[in-house]
């Protein structure tokens, strides 16, 4: 008596290409899908929809079958396969490798993909210069000193005069104090000085 193997037989997944139902209705679709393809110039994207295990990539697999001998290439992507992957990444890579493969881009495109898929950015920055607090008070002061040396001028007492006088000189050493010790324990982060 011969010996049989008992093992377990697994169905091949992978679309057959050909319309075995009995009203070829797969092969109808198809053939319209190819039509469309070869007259619709604005033609970009043709959408599939069905359950899983209702033919779609059979479907795909008739219509390159009947277009490839035309002389179209075809790229199929799997999105499940890659379904833990970075879908971008993955397209990317499969769609250069398949077409420097087939030697229908030049093999520069394999420099260009690594670019594509690169996380560098180029930023230009420009500084825009930022006039400091301390710069405009001490031009303020400057402005406005003649205005004080004026007041200065007509008090007869010369202690008051000098002290109008050394109100914005005073005014500008009181703000460098100020605003010094603050920096320095750290409660203004240096506005003042840049």
């Not at 198809?30 to 479907?59: P, Q, R, V, Y």
């Not at 005073?170 to 240096?190: D, E, N, P």
Request: charged fraction near 20%; hydrophobic fraction near 40%.
């Amino acid at each position: 008596m011969a010996a049989t193997n008992d093992y377990p037989q697994f169905i091949n997944n992978s679309p057959c290409g050909e319309d075995l139902f009995e009203g070829k209705a797969q092969q109808k679709i198809a053939s319209n899908i190819c039509n469309i393809i070869k007259t619709e110039k604005n033609c970009n994207i043709i959408g599939i929809d069905g359950g899983w295990g209702s033919g779609k990539s059979n479907l795909v697999k008739q219509v390159e079958n009947i277009l490839t001998p035309e002389g179209y290439h075809f790229f199929i992507y799997d999105s499940w396969g890659h379904q833990e992957d970075l879908q971008r990444r993955s397209f990317l890579e499969e769609l250069t490798e398949n077409l420097t493969q087939e030697h229908l881009v030049k093999d520069v495109w394999e420099l260009k993909l690594k670019k594509l898929l690169s996380k560098t950015k180029e930023t230009e920055s420009k500084r825009v210069p930022k006039m400091s607090i301390g710069i405009i008070v001490i031009a303020l002061s400057i402005l406005i000193t003649p205005v004080f040396k004026s007041l200065a001028d007509k008090i007869t007492n010369y202690y008051w005069s000098l002290l109008v006088l050394s109100i914005p000189l005073l005014s500008v050493a009181g703000l460098f104090i100020y605003y010094f010790f603050q920096v320095k324990h750290g409660s203004i982060k240096q506005k003042f000085f840049y």
